[in-house]
């Protein structure tokens, strides 16, 4: 199958529709919350909650027994809300800065989760096998009410954030001053992160525990390089990571079944690569032409400054002077000469020339103090 | 100098601060009456901002009360309005300068309502009243440091409180900027506001202020500039021998 053949297949197979649309909706929502955790610097706080989450899938089966999905993805929601609140007391009580108690914690709850994992491996009549696809992800075990649920936590968190908007960008920005204005900030805090919490879960049996942060973080980076608004960001975050979802899984399903998870966070730091090189104003490529253009201009006027000085000698600014006497280190080339005359800003005669006017009161100009602010 | 005619905008009675066993502030007593440009001065790490942020309750003080207007700070919030240091931000946040200023009117909005015409207005004037309003959709990373400091003061002012607190206003901004800020003060104190400023350049103390607070964990003293603002008051708080050629 590739993947025309895909796209055709799309509203006819159903178990192909299901799986499409699950991860869709996955990145959407995971790009949506993700852009909270970016903005409040939080990007690891998704690494610690998704390996958190582990020892809660295991325990869950060895409690239960059963290997249905939504059991164990409740485990995981417990052992993941827990995990994060420790995180935060542990910042909280002890002088330990919040990178090590993200680093302590996610180590340690997944290093127990490994091993409940291999202890149920080798439990006897254990129909263990398949616990550890929620390391890395299994998209072909979506089942339509997986993505039924991912549309329920998608609608409410959007409701949620809608609701709650100017608060949370107020929290986002200076959570001291939210407080100052009567704000309750741990209510805030707590409501965010707890999506963000849901969202990640929802997303273990797709992408699994060890890529799970990636899906939150990519698609909020690569919206941030394209807008200076915060809810254009959270749109562009949640439309790149549906179109990650949607396409990583074409490629998956086109491809020998290559393991869907990975392929999905691929696609979705190829948007963040695109998105650093080619942003309007933020990418690197922009940044690189206006840097080229400004050395230009530079010259430019630094070539008109020194003709400015030699002009204000003279009782005539129009005084012609030989081409001569300007060199190199004033910036000047027989180009940036044309250019200035093109700007008419110098006039030349032969091999002489002359500040205009207009040359002069733009070097004039030069001199005085750019901020346009006025003195109250 | 007798405080106890005027009516008091702020009065602290044993404040003390610890960030574990360490006190930051210790045993503060303080009585600022209303109208008053006062500023807090004190070394580096005396506690200027821990104070202003313990009247405000972003941190917890383990002893002591504080009354605004005689009463507790949560009941009189929309009296006061806060410039928290720039340096608290980030600047890279995708929005507006008349995004930022809009925030000032959030509080007296309340929970879930959305900000309108009429806050949109009040916005729209606190730019221009600091020369801003020709920025007002600028990006705010595009902004510098004296700009930034403008839009922090304009959204304070859209609370319209009657207490300001700013913790180091001019740090880090030009001189025109610095100018412009103390003369909107100035009109504020003239306007019967109270306006309590952590502030580091002692040589202005005396040219911006008319009360000051000298600290330095432990209340040194505090009252009017003329009277305190002295070598004596200053040498007990830095702990050097500090002349400052003031008062002729």
């Known amino acids: ?76 929601l417990i052992s993941g809300l827990l995990g994060t609140f420790w995180i935060k007391s542990i910042v909280k009580k002890t002088r330990l800065k919040n990178d090590t108690a993200l680093g302590l914690i996610l180590s ?136 990650s979802g949607v396409l990583g899984t074409a490629i998956s399903a086109s491809q020998n079944n290559l393991s869907t998870g990975p392929i999905i966070v691929l696609v979705a730091a190829g948007l963040v690569l695109l998105s650093f090189v080619f942003a309007p104003q933020r990418g690197l490529l922009a940044r690189r032409i206006r840097f080229y253009r400004n050395r230009k201009e530079l010259n430019l006027r630094k070539t008109l400054s020194v003709m400015y000085h030699i002009a204000q000698n003279h009782k005539d600014i129009s005084h012609p002077h030989a081409i001569k006497i300007l060199n190199n280190f004033h910036g000047y080339t027989r180009k940036t000469l044309n250019k200035l005359e093109e700007k008419n800003w110098v006039e030349i005669r032969g091999n002489q020339w002359s500040l205009t006017a207009k040359g002069y009161q733009e070097a004039e100009n030069f001199y005085k103090p750019q901020e346009a602010m006025q003195d109250l | 100098m007798n405080v106890k005619n005027e009516k008091l905008a702020i009065k602290i009675d044993d404040l003390t601060v610890a960030y574990d066993y360490k006190p930051v502030l210790w045993d503060i007593d303080l009585k600022i ?81 959305r900000p309108g015409q009429a806050q949109r207005k009040s916005a729209l004037e606190a730019l221009e009243k600091v020369g801003m309003l020709s920025f007002k959709n600028r990006q705010i990373s595009q902004l510098s440091g004296g700009q930034q400091q403008r839009i922090f003061l304009a959204r304070a002012l859209v609370q319209n409180a009657s ?20 003369k909107i003060l100035k009109e504020l104190r003239d306007a019967g506001k109270t306006l309590i400023v952590v502030h580091h350049d002692l040589q202005t103390v005396p040219e911006y202020f008319n009360w000051v607070t000298f600290l330095n964990v432990k209340g040194i003293a505090s009252g009017p500039v003329k009277d305190i603002f002295n070598d004596d008051n200053l040498t007990k708080t830095y702990g050097i021998n500090y002349k400052v050629a003031i008062n002729p």
């Open chain 2, 33 to 113: 009456p209303e109208g008053v440009l006062m500023a807090i001065v004190g070394p580096n790490g005396a506690g200027k901002s821990t104070l202003i942020k313990a009247i405000l309750g972003i941190i917890k003080p383990i002893a002591g009360s504080v009354k605004i207007f005689g009463k507790p700070y949560k009941a009189q919030r929309s009296k006061v309005a806060y410039v928290p240091q720039k340096g608290t931000v980030d600047w890279d946040f995708p929005t507006t300068a008349l995004d930022v200023v809009m925030m000032g009117t959030y509080g007296s909005l309340g929970w879930i309502k």
């Open chain 2, 163 to 182: 207490i300001y607190f700013m913790d180091e206003p001019f740090q880090g901004v030009d001189a025109t900027t610095e100018r412009a800020i103390i």
């Open chain 1, 1 to 76: 199958m590739n993947i025309t053949e895909y796209f055709s297949m799309l509203f006819t197979d159903y178990t192909l529709g299901v799986i499409t649309l699950g991860t869709a909706v996955l990145g959407a929502v995971c790009g949506m919350l993700g852009s909270f955790a970016v903005l409040r610097r939080q990007s690891l706080l998704g690494d610690a909650i998704s390996h958190a989450a582990l020892p809660g899938i295991a325990l869950a089966f060895l409690l239960t027994g059963t290997k249905q999905t939504h059991f164990l993805l409740l485990g995981a």
């Open chain 1, 108 to 243: 340690l709850f997944f290093g127990f989760g490994m091993l409940l994992l291999t202890f149920i491996q080798k439990l006897p009549n254990a129909n263990q096998a398949g616990l550890d696809k929620y390391l890395f992800g299994q998209a072909a075990t979506l089942m339509v009410q997986d993505v039924y649920v991912m549309i329920g936590v998608t609608g409410v968190s959007l409701f949620v954030l809608l609701l709650f908007w100017k608060e949370l960008k107020l929290l986002l920005f200076d959570p001291d001053y939210t407080l100052t204005l009567g704000f309750n900030t741990r209510f805030l805090d707590i409501l965010i992160t707890s999506f963000i919490v849901l969202a990640i879960v929802l997303g273990l049996q797709t992408v699994g525990v060890v890529l799970m942060s990636a899906m939150l973080l990519a698609p909020a980076a690569a919206a941030r390089q394209w807008t200076n608004s915060l809810s254009v960001m959270i749109f562009l975050a949640a439309a790149f990571g549906a179109f």
